[in-house]
């Protein structure tokens, strides 16, 4: 069950997010895998991510789960601000939280069920990304108080900037910058991305270009930033309205520092750039704010209350809907079709799939199955 006073607009706006990663964009994905019309081409760059600088619908999943896990905080420790002390239970619990999340990370991306050490990514995972910034964020908030967190939040904005100016010398080659430098340097052979050959020697892929390490300075900011739309959302002595409305301009500012700051240093989502920081937290101020309004102020919520299925397990949802493959089973009920759909069969396959995804995530929520990290 969810804690006494959250929101249902942050269950309903995080189960988005994951029914767009999980549910539609396979579809979609087989959709256009099938058609190849120009006409789609529109589509098809909202839903592919960049290359390297940009940002599209695609690139906002990431974001969007992060600042969604920081904007749980201030509901679930409010009564750390409001005078309990923080004990060992809290300590445990944060760092349960996080060796669950870094543990969930491997089965998911590191390859921790191939039982392959050369295999092993030990931070390669949204959710690890999560872990880090979700834990720093948590800490900040308990310890540092409003003004405190503000301060550390920024320092480590900082920190981020000055380590490509001073150290990185604004390099933004998607091989040879620092925070890819930082990454190869300390994860060697068990960075995402590695290619082993025959004779047991291994090299640098080049196309791979996301980095974890430094990007964990921004990667707090973004779950920090999530903590402060909750903190503001949770503050009750004012109106909802006037909360949304105050949220939504907070995003637009973001995004406009975004797009100014993008003259310096673009947006570029895997090196989690400082462009990119502001401008994707911004957008999701904005659709925090929309959903805040229309769930939680006006009452809005018939018809999208089944997408707490996927909200209020989110981490359950990302885990099944990543690592298992419900192909077997959809092929094996829908196999009939493949001479009636030609290239569209594996559109109805991964409707098979996605159906499945739901069904399980539906028959969760109706039993009070929730995955809790």
Not at 168 to 179: E, I, K, R, S, W
Not at 250 to 260: D, E, F, K, M, N
Not at 335 to 348: A, I, N, R
Request: with cysteine; net charge positive; charged share 15%.
């Amino acid at each position: 069950m969810a804690p006494k006073k959250r929101l249902a607009s942050l269950d309903i706006l995080r189960g988005m997010d994951l029914f767009l990663l999980l549910v539609a964009g396979p579809v979609i994905h087989a959709f256009l895998g099938a058609n190849n019309s120009p006409a789609w081409d529109g589509l098809r760059r909202q839903v592919t991510h960049v290359s390297w600088e940009g940002f599209v619908l695609w690139d906002i999943i990431m974001p969007l789960f992060m600042f969604m896990s920081g904007a749980t905080i201030p509901f679930s420790m409010a009564r750390y601000r409001e005078g309990e002390r923080p004990g060992k239970a809290f300590h445990l619990k944060l760092l349960k939280r996080f060796a669950l999340l870094f543990f969930l990370g491997w089965i998911v991306q590191g390859n921790l069920l191939n039982l392959d050490l050369k295999e092993f990514h030990p931070f390669a995972n949204t959710l690890q990304a999560i872990a880090v910034g979700y834990v720093f964020a948590a800490l900040a908030f308990v310890y540092l108080g409003k003004r405190g967190s503000w301060i550390f939040g920024s320092a480590c904005f900082a920190a981020y900037l000055l380590v490509f100016i001073v150290f990185g010398h604004m390099n933004l080659d998607p091989q040879t910058n620092v925070a890819m430098v930082i990454d190869k340097a300390v994860l060697g052979a068990h960075r995402d991305g590695v290619i082993w050959n025959p004779d047991g020697s291994w090299a640098w892929r080049e196309g791979y270009q996301y980095t974890w390490i430094l990007s964990s300075l921004n990667f707090i900011v973004t779950v920090m930033l999530g903590c402060y739309a909750g903190s503001m959302l949770k503050d009750e002595s004012k109106p909802g309205k006037y909360k949304g409305l105050v949220l939504a301009a907070t995003g637009v500012s973001l995004v406009i520092l975004g797009i100014a700051l993008d003259s310096f240093f673009p947006v570029i989502k895997k090196i989690w750039s400082s462009s990119m920081t502001l401008y994707s937290a911004g957008w999701c101020c904005l659709a925090l704010a929309v959903v805040y309004l229309v769930v939680d102020v006006w009452g809005k919520s018939k018809g999208l209350e089944w997408l707490k299925y996927f909200g209020m397990n989110s981490i359950a949802a990302y885990c099944i809907g990543e690592v298992i493959d419900f192909s077997s089973v959809s092929e094996s009920l829908l196999h009939g079709f493949e001479h009636l759909t030609g290239d569209y069969y594996q559109l109805v396959i991964a409707l098979g799939n996605v159906t499945i995804l739901f069904l399980i995530m539906r028959l969760m929520y109706k039993k009070g199955i929730f995955l809790k990290v």
